[in-house]
């Protein structure tokens, strides 16, 4: 069995020449990377194009990545600058985004444990119906910065790499955005 390599530890390793540690990369974040180019793109061909070329971009400047930011955060720009330059180059319209916080593939058998009855499950369905009604009414801004830290799990600081703009920005939108949001859930708890 290998041992599995911090980002950090690959990147550095590929930029001393072991270009095919960026494999390791790819397996680990296309998924997530392929998510992010949903929202943007709906077709799943020209996700995947887009999510190729994100790599791609990636694979080609990886020797320059200055351990600035997280690679998470660092390719993740690349693939929403990637998807918004395909959108405008093919003439169509930046989309208002819609996020599904339901993020399905990072659920563990604790999380199921927790919908063991039909009533809890049809309680939590209600609930993220609700907080995706919700969400998706919320300004760009901060529907961005939920999706970031809530769903992506993202910290304060990467979020504000990722935004260019400054972390009392971030907290801030996070804070008027969980404000909206949980006002709608008030009625449920009385």
């Not at 992010?36 to 077709?43: E, I």
């Not at 080609?60 to 390719?75: E, P, V």
């Not at 918004?84 to 985004?97: S, V």
């Not at 909206?180 to 449920?188: A, E, Q, T, W, Y």
Request: with cysteine.
């Amino acid at each position: 069995m290998t041992k599995e390599l911090k980002d950090d530890e690959i990147i550095r390793e590929f930029q001393k020449g072991n270009t095919l540690v960026f494999d390791e990369l790819v397996i680990k974040y296309q998924c997530r990377i392929a998510r992010v180019v949903t929202r943007f793109v709906h077709d799943p061909s020209e996700a995947l194009d887009i999510t190729q070329e994100t790599f791609i971009k990636a694979y080609k400047a990886l020797d320059r990545f200055q351990f600035n930011s997280s690679f998470y955060t660092w390719i993740y720009r690349i693939a929403v600058n990637t998807a918004k330059n395909h959108l405008i180059a093919n003439g169509r319209k930046l989309p208002d985004l819609d996020y599904d916080v339901r993020d399905l593939d990072n659920i563990s058998k604790q999380d199921i444990s927790e919908y063991s009855s039909p009533e809890k499950m049809l309680i939590c369905e209600e609930i993220n119906s609700i907080f995706n009604h919700e969400v998706e009414k919320l300004p760009i801004e901060l529907r961005t910065v939920i999706q970031l830290r809530d769903v992506d799990g993202m910290t304060y600081d990467q979020i504000a790499n990722v935004m260019g703009c400054p972390i009392g920005t971030v907290r801030s939108r996070i804070y008027r955005a969980r404000e909206v949001i949980g006002s709608k859930f008030d009625p449920l708890y009385r």
